[in-house]
């Protein structure tokens, strides 16, 4: 089964900080995303790269950057943390002609 | 532009059924649809590919109308398994990239 995993379940974080999400999936799929997702606004897509050091904006990109330095890992960089920045944060990939996503567990983000 | 869905809700006792809506404003290549049980990530269901072929493997149907931007997912004869939030993920030709609905919540009680 392909996987896709994230680094912390839980992630707790001061305003102002710098924080680093981390995704890494182990399947040699060429896409990845990035979203976030609140409760009465569904998952919203921030980034996402379909390639090694291409990246694109998403729905939502504002106050986010990411990284793809290799394929099979996909970074989300809150340059600094701010309240609302607090949510959860679900990292995804597909292979080219795959039929649908595989979702990482999740990174649940608090900023205090 | 994120699809809206319809209802945001729905409370189904078993064996009961119910239907999801999606409409995208946008044209479509296919609809994807996946399930979130609550703590647990997303897990796709099933793909509404342009043309009417659906390929999915839960017992779980749906459909696509393209002329309509619109997809329905139908839970017939709902189990306590069907309980979690359903997402659908309206796709745009040759970009891999989904903005998902809000969701809607179904809760099968016994």
């Known amino acids: 089964d392909v996987k896709v995993t994230q680094s912390s379940r839980y992630l707790v974080k001061r305003t102002g900080e710098k924080v680093f999400l981390e995704c890494v999936q182990d399947m040699d799929h060429e896409n990845m995303f990035w979203y976030r997702q609140d409760p009465g606004l569904g998952l919203r897509l921030i980034y996402f790269?379909?390639?090694?050091?291409?990246?694109e904006k998403g729905d939502i990109p504002e106050g986010y950057s990411v990284s793809r330095e290799k394929k099979e890992r996909f970074s989300l960089i809150l340059e600094s943390a701010s309240t609302n920045q607090t949510s959860m944060y679900l990292c995804a990939s597909i292979s080219q002609g795959a039929y649908g996503y595989t979702f990482g567990s999740g990174t649940r983000l608090t900023v205090v | 532009q994120q699809p809206v869905q319809s209802p945001q809700a729905v409370i189904l006792r078993e064996g009961e059924d119910a239907v999801i809506n999606c409409s995208s404003s946008k044209a479509l290549y296919s609809v994807h649809w996946y399930r979130q049980k609550h703590g647990e990530a997303p897990v796709f269901l099933m793909i509404l590919l342009k043309g009417g072929e659906q390929k999915g493997h839960e017992k779980i149907s749906a459909s696509f109308n393209e002329k309509k931007q619109q997809s329905s997912l139908y839970l017939t004869a709902s189990q306590l398994s069907y309980s979690g939030t359903y997402f659908c993920?309206?796709?745009?030709?040759?970009?891999?990239?989904?903005?998902f609905g809000a969701g809607t919540t179904v809760t099968v009680r016994a």
């Open positions: 993920g309206p796709r745009i030709f040759n970009d891999y990239k989904l903005s």
């Open positions: 790269s379909y390639d090694v050091k291409m990246k």
